[in-house]
């Protein structure tokens, strides 16, 4: 089971997020707003998932040459530092984590802004601007998804508690902070630490590490001469 996750997971994502969206409209007047907000949230999160690493992708190999490359070389560019078992972790791990907990407690506001935040403003700061910049380019796989699906829910939900006096200045000072927390300790370091190895078997396919050189042909020799 597990191997089968491994090496459909990318697609699979596409598949939850069909699912979670289906799901959530067909069911949507069970829900309290911010619940059916962060079921759509949990969609777009395995959505953005899609677009990073299967269509159009090229995340792989962005990612171990120039975003966050450490001592790596392109000989070993497609599993380290980040490989496909990471890669699995990091998203699903924070899917399940972030996403899907809000649900079951739309009443606790900052754990429903957790998500919010890091998919409207985080994600949004780093596919927006530091990744394009990188780049030299307008547009980088995740920013679509980040632009007309996390932004706008963001939006919404910040809307629907402010209208609503559910939150307190506290409330967005205790998301960011756990935001960060789990994005510097989780994503960064601690799976980071369990995963990385020059050796690892779970390497990205020759397919996804291509998509890198199909959609940004211009960074192409950066990239296998850094």
């Known amino acids: 089971m597990m191997n089968f996750i491994l090496k459909h997971w990318v697609k ?17 007047s069970h829900w309290h707003y911010l619940q059916a907000l962060a079921l759509l949230n949990l969609a777009v999160i395995f959505f953005h998932f899609f677009e990073e690493f299967e269509l159009p992708g090229g995340f792989p190999k962005f990612s171990n040459t120039l975003f966050a490359p450490k001592d790596s070389m392109l000989e070993i560019a497609d599993h380290y530092p980040l490989n496909n078992m990471s890669a699995l972790w990091i998203n699903w791990g924070t899917a399940i984590v972030m996403y899907l907990t809000p649900v079951f407690f739309p009443d606790v506001i900052w754990l429903g802004l957790i998500p919010m935040i890091f998919g409207g403003v985080a994600q949004l700061l780093v596919h927006g601007i530091a990744n394009n910049v990188m ?38 000072v205790i998301a ?50 850094r």
């Open 12 to 28: 699979l994502s596409a598949v939850l997020g069909v699912a979670v969206l289906a799901f959530t409209l067909m069911t949507w």
């Open 135 to 172: 780049l030299k380019t307008w547009y980088n796989s995740g920013l679509f998804v980040v632009v007309f699906g996390h932004l706008p829910l963001m939006i919404a939900y910040i809307l629907y508690i402010e209208t609503h006096n559910l939150a307190v200045w506290t409330d967005y």
């Open 176 to 225: 960011t902070v756990l935001m960060v927390v789990w994005y510097v300790g989780v994503i960064r370091v601690a799976i980071p630490t369990l995963w990385e190895d020059k050796n690892s078997p779970y390497s990205f396919t020759p397919e996804q590490m291509r998509k890198f050189d199909t959609l940004y042909p211009h960074m192409v020799e950066k990239a296998n001469h």
